[in-house]
């Protein structure tokens, strides 16, 4: 029995009213018994973080579909054929109805339960001795919830350049709620106000340091720098990211170096060790998630989903010395999967730790925004970081860096970690998938009918499920798929 559902069965029936159905949509009024009496020791807040994360762990959220999503519909990965998971999603052959119902379902399932946490958490008297742990613990659901909310937006609202966040994005949903609740969609802009309010709060509550497998200040301090970037606020972006990066640093992270790069990944982040992952899925052999995950998909001795396309592959090796090339692992010259997802001692690669914010993508946000504000001295500083730990032969000294510059070395950075399609779209940019063809990657090929398209293209953000829409008329489909 795994210890996160042994935490279910101590709450009971608490949970069931919350995340037994399949979303806050769904509650039947048998069930949605009264939480008065829940959650009212910081012990049962921390049951119910624990279940919370243990919910985020699945297969169908951040160990697996949430993380795939935005590298498969982008153009430096690719299914391995149609018939793989990863196959709709590349092929974007959702339609109205027939959309996968897991993002919403699971993401809102995240939100209901970090809302029961903070309707009770303030509540909560404690001796003066317990108040940062009081603290932590509101900062934990708040940048959880500003986690989910932003990810519910950038999977079914238009990016906010776009047009300023006037368009869809989803319900912002702040309180319990319950079955006669039916909210309509608000904007986009209304829910980054919402989630960058979360996250602002988030910093202030969170501890500086290392806690396996939960937020922690500098995580939510590099989602928050994310947010501000995704919404055009560069000043903020910067500005958030440098203080990530110094806090993190003075905390015992740091960037890996070139020497460990490639085996990195299968360490086991400690408070003595971080490393530079700031917050990540933490599966274990007793607590496995299955054969779904992220390190199954992205390996030839799993389920072979999800590989990189050619293009990408002659990117990456402009340079031969580049140490990201030894992430590469071949299949018989015919495809290349990305060796990021690495079991911990003594695991079966399915229950590889999935990162889900990293040191490196905090330098990134920063080299984004300085280039976006006309600071070519920490452009050069944090991307140099990046490039020459890639390769320490490389140097930006001198360098004026160039938006393409950043780009380039994001795709490069952070391939397989959910982030391509989305970095291209927020920028205004256009996904291009081009065919190229190699001798190492003989059977990898474009299957795809979509291979041209930018934030014009109705499918870059999914369709709202039936379900949720059948429970909800307030909810209006997306543009496009009900044509
Ligand atoms: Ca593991």
Not at 217 to 242: C, I, P, Q
Not at 417 to 439: A, L, P, Q
Request: hydrophobic share 40%; charged share 25%.
């Amino acid at each position: 029995m795994k210890k996160t559902r042994n935490i279910f069965i101590a709450l009971g029936i608490i949970f069931c009213a919350v995340s037994c159905g399949n979303g806050w949509l769904e509650l039947e009024p048998s069930t949605a018994i009264n939480t008065d009496e829940a959650v009212k020791t910081l012990k049962e807040v921390e049951f119910t973080m624990n279940g919370i994360y243990d919910i985020m762990r699945s297969s169908d959220l951040y160990s697996g579909r949430m993380m795939y999503y935005g590298d498969v519909t982008g153009d430096d990965m690719q299914a391995v054929s149609s018939s793989k998971r990863t196959g709709n999603y590349y092929r974007f052959s959702f339609t109205r109805d027939n959309g996968p119902s897991s993002h919403w379902a699971g993401l809102y399932e995240i939100i209901q339960n970090t809302n029961l946490i903070l309707s009770r958490v303030d509540g909560i008297k404690v001796p003066d001795e317990d108040t940062g742990w009081r603290d932590n613990l509101k900062g934990e659901a708040l940048a959880v919830r500003a986690l989910a909310l932003f990810d519910l937006t950038r999977f079914f609202g238009m990016p906010y350049a776009k047009d300023g966040g006037a368009s869809l994005g989803v319900p912002v949903v702040t309180t319990l709620s319950d079955i006669d609740d039916k909210p309509e969609r608000a904007t986009v802009a209304t829910c980054y106000d919402s989630f960058i309010a979360d996250l602002n709060e988030a910093v202030q509550l969170l501890s500086p340091k290392f806690s396996k497998g939960r937020m922690n200040r500098w995580a939510a301090m590099s989602l928050l720098a994310r947010a501000y970037l995704y919404k055009g606020d560069n000043v903020n972006a910067l500005k958030t990211a440098e203080a990530a990066i110094e806090g993190a640093e003075s905390n015992k992270w740091a960037l890996w170096s070139n020497k460990e790069y490639a085996t990195a990944w299968s360490n086991d982040a400690s408070a003595a060790a971080p490393g530079e992952i700031l917050f990540e899925m933490v599966i274990t052999t007793p607590e496995s998630q299955g054969k779904e995950t992220m390190g199954r998909l992205n390996s030839k001795d799993g389920y072979d989903d999800m590989c990189i396309t050619v293009s990408f592959y002659h990117l990456l090796k402009e340079d031969p010395d580049d140490v990201r090339l030894k992430l590469l692992s071949f299949d018989k010259k015919k495809y290349a999967y990305v060796f990021k997802y690495q079991p911990q001692a003594g695991e079966d690669i399915m229950d590889a730790n999935v990162p889900v914010i990293r040191l490196s993508e905090t330098y990134l946000i920063a080299a984004e925004a300085a280039v976006k504000t006309g600071d070519n001295e920490k452009a050069v500083k944090y991307l140099g970081a990046i490039a020459q730990r890639a390769n320490p032969s490389r140097t930006l000294d001198g360098a004026a860096v160039t938006l393409d510059d950043v780009m380039t070395e994001r795709r490069k950075e952070l391939v397989a970690e959910g982030h391509r399609m989305f970095d291209v779209i927020r920028n205004g940019g256009t996904v291009k998938r081009i065919d190229e063809t190699d001798s190492n990657l003989s059977s990898t090929r474009h299957f795809a009918s979509d291979r041209e398209f930018n934030w014009d293209f109705y499918k870059i953000i999914l369709p709202v499920p039936k379900a949720e829409r059948d429970a909800n008329p307030n909810v209006a489909q997306n543009p496009g798929y009900d044509d």
